[in-house]
Nanobody
């Protein structure tokens, strides 16, 4: 069992940057692929980014490619999502998830955090 806790969300102006973190406990995160998803009010949960267990492969949604960077520090059991050039439409609750693969479909992930709110203002 892996427990995931997101942190680092908050309020930021459009064009600004924010880094959210996903810290794991219970088991080492290095055995799992990790994904970030987000859900805005009234919308379905959508894929944002994913990283393989080794960090050697990363995947991004088209909407964030070139602006967001996913990374991991297995020694710290933590995965990060660096978000730059934030837009109003990036406002959502951001969730991290861990699973045997690093896919883009939320059902591929077994463990989920509670989420952290990211709000981008004009």
């Amino acid at each position: 069992q892996v427990q995931l806790v997101e942190s680092g969300g908050g309020l930021v102006q459009a064009g600004g940057s924010l880094r959210v973190s996903c810290a794991a406990s219970g088991r080492t995160l290095s055995s799992y692929g990790v994904g970030w998803f987000r859900q805005a009010p009234g919308k379905e949960r959508e894929f944002v980014a994913a990283i393989s267990w080794s960090g050697g492969r990363t995947y991004y949604a088209d909407s964030v490619k070139g602006r967001f960077t996913i990374s991991r520090d297995n020694d710290k059991n933590t995965v990060y999502l660096q978000m730059n050039s934030l837009k109003l439409e990036d406002t959502a609750v951001y969730y991290c998830a861990a699973g045997p693969r690093s896919g883009t479909y939320y059902r591929e992930y077994d463990f989920w955090g509670q989420g952290t709110q990211v709000t981008v203002s004009s």
